[in-house]
Nanobody, 113 residues
Framework: VQLVDSGGGLVQAGGSLKLSCAVS????????MGWYRHIPGKQRELVTT???????NYGDSVKGRFTISRDYAKNTVYLKMNSLKPEDTAVYYC????????WGQGTQVTVSS
């Protein structure tokens, strides 16, 4: 199983980015998928998750600004990030629960003020 996340980059404060994470390999059934981020000097934190049934959960710092979506046919999860702030600067990792958790390699998001 391999997760490949992409879409990060440099954006000005107030801007938007859309991250993607595609799952490939021997996939039996993907349960929950999600995004986490790691800010230097801090622990990895939850950004958002989405269950197989489409239920979503968001970290308090991104509620109302970020939206997770999922293409079940493509085994892909997306993260649309709006109204980005400098404090959103981090490496963003996707994960997927397929009997156990798998992680993407991470994609850097940098928001300039």
């Amino acid at each position: 199983v391999q997760l490949v996340d992409s879409g990060g980059g440099l954006v000005q404060a107030g801007g938007s980015l859309k991250l993607s994470c595609a799952v490939s390999g021997s996939i039996f059934r993907i349960s929950t998928m999600g995004w986490y981020r790691h800010i230097p000097g801090k622990q990895r934190e939850l950004v958002t998750t989405i269950t197989n049934g489409g239920e979503t959960n968001y970290g308090d710092s991104v509620k109302g600004r970020f939206t997770i979506s999922r293409d079940y046919a493509k085994n892909t999860v997306y993260l649309k990030m709006n109204s980005l702030k400098p404090e959103d600067t981090a490496v963003y990792y996707c994960n997927a629960l397929i009997l156990r958790y798998y992680w993407g390699q991470g994609t850097q998001v940098t928001v300039s003020s």
